[in-house]
Structure formats: C-alpha cells, structure tokens
C-alpha cells in the first residue's frame, strides 16, 4: 500500500473493518466535514470477492480485513503489477460513477440498489433521530 501510495495510484483508501466491505464502501461515499462530496456513488459486484463458497451477506459483511482502495481506471494495470511483485493480486469489484447511488450485485443480481441520499441520512442521522 505505501508503495501504491508513493507511486501516486491511490486516489482513495478505506480499511475493511467494522461492518466489513459494503460498510467500507459506503463510508467512502459519504461526505467529509472539511472537503465536502459525497455526491460519487460506486457500482460493485460482491460475487468477485472470494472463491469460497460464502453466502453473497457473508461476502458484504464479514470483518475480514484488507483495503478497499479507488485507482484511476488508466492506472489499474500499474496497480496490479505493483501488487503482484508481493504475490498479492487485487480484486477487482466495480468502479466509481457520476449517479449518486450505491448498487452492488452479486453474480449479476441486485444486492443493494440505494440512493445515496438514502443511505447518508441513515447514516449520518441516526443517533440524532434517536436522541430527539
């Protein structure tokens, strides 16, 4: 990653934690106090994420670790051979879009289709709806 990061082909990075991957990904498309946005949405296929047979939930959300990181689509073959100098290959899972919706499939089939709207306000506002 820092070498990736050095070489200037990280436009942006979220570790995979809490929440696992769709929980990271979301996050990335949230907007930030101080730099705005929030108006990207992102277009992932979850099916690509392991070979092991796990149910599309478990592929979304498992804690397993790792970065979900956005490089330039120009740069993704740089990226790839950088990681693949450490036996490390990415996953590929989408791309970034203009629309600001959030979709992922899996093996082609709608997992999650939401506005971003949608998802901030629950997001952001949740503890302050509760808190009223």
């Known amino acids: 990653m820092i070498d990736a990061i050095d070489a200037g082909l990280i436009q942006s990075a979220h570790d995979i934690s809490e929440g696992g991957l769709l929980i990271a990904l979301a996050e990335m498309t949230m907007p930030h106090a101080r730099l705005g946005g929030g108006g990207l949405g992102v ?4 099916g690509n994420v392991s070979s092991e047979e796990l149910t599309p939930s478990q592929k979304a959300f498992s804690q397993t670790g790792g970065f979900v990181v956005e490089v330039k689509h120009e740069e993704v073959e740089r990226f790839k051979k950088l990681f693949e100098k450490s036996n490390i290959t990415p996953i ?41």
Do not use: D, I, W
């Open 43 to 46: 277009r992932v296929e979850v």
């Open 92 to 132: 590929f899972l989408g791309e970034v879009t203009n629309e600001p919706s959030f979709e992922a499939t899996h093996g082609g089939e709608p997992f999650v289709m939401q506005f971003l709207e949608n998802l901030q306000e629950s997001y952001l506002g949740s503890l302050a709806k509760k808190l009223k």
